[in-house]
């Protein structure tokens, strides 16, 4: 389990965030089996959507989807996060893999790409907000710098990084973010960046001096105090930090209902059930023929062009309808005739 600690500096000019994630990372890692580069891409990723979560976030129900789409081997990082320290993430090559920088450290910028950073947060509402800006790096933690410069008009010192050893193991994870409060006097803004330039990295400073160690450090010369969380509802003045994901066997199951009938019946017959792999998280769910037997479905309507779903009404009541008037092939919605079906 890793963990995040929030505090102020410099008497309530500087927001600190910082978090230790070599657990989650090395659990995403083992999940998604990745190789060294994509290891340290997705972990600096997971770390800074944990981060943006905590920064960006107004209530704690809202989740934040980070996306980093690049033209690089990689294909591509997604991670979700909230703040109640949950993440979770993938990428689209997990096996992919460049040699290593001139100074012999992993290069993350080249296996990503250029491209562009996009950040979702999906409110308790339903709401949805976006907003992107152009990949200044690839090194994730200028990309979210920048992010929040750009999108957000915060002044911002984001380090992320993820270190492994022997077979692609990880060392040490983790990360921490600045933020620049209107106000903060001159001469602490010089005292910050000149701390900064002085560092070589995150995770040499979190495997030498541990999280407070690391943070104190950056910090020097500023005053750092640790905020106490319990008035948030945590235990103490920490977050646990946790690789979770909200997969479940009813919804892999769930997911089939999407396929025609046909192709179910194919499952069945040639395959003898199915086997759904969660993305999010490499969990595997083989799902029986009784199982899919039972997604037995009284009436759909299906899309002329692309055979997307429209709605549809199983034996049990069950409905479903998809949201708003236009295909994904872009062919106009024609719903069933009779009674609405019930929002979702």
Known sequence: MGRLIRGLAGGGEFRVLAADTTD????ARQRHGLSPTATAALGRAM???V????LLSKTPRERLTLRVDGDGPLGGIV????PDGSVRGYVKNPQAEVPLRSDGKLNVGELVGAGELRV??????????????????GEIAEDIAHYLWQSEQIPSAVLLGVRVHGEGEVEVAGGMAVQVLPGADEADIQRLEQNLAGIKGFTPLLKAKGLEGAVAAVMDGLGFETLDLKPFGYAGSEVPVVFRCRCSRERAVEALVFFTPEEREDMIVQDGGAEVICHWCGEVYRI???EIQGLRVEHEVR???CGEIWYRRRADGLELEIPGDTCRCGRRVERPEGPEPPQA
């Open 24 to 27: 989650v990372v090395e659990e």
């Open 79 to 82: 991670v979700e996060a909230a």
């Open 303 to 305: 899309c002329p062009d």
């Open 288 to 290: 029986t023929p009784e």
């Open 51 to 54: 981060l943006l979560a905590f």
């Open 120 to 137: 979702v947060r999906a409110l308790p509402s339903g709401e949805l907000y976006e907003s992107s800006v152009p990949l200044v790096s």
């Open 47 to 49: 770390t800074g959507a």
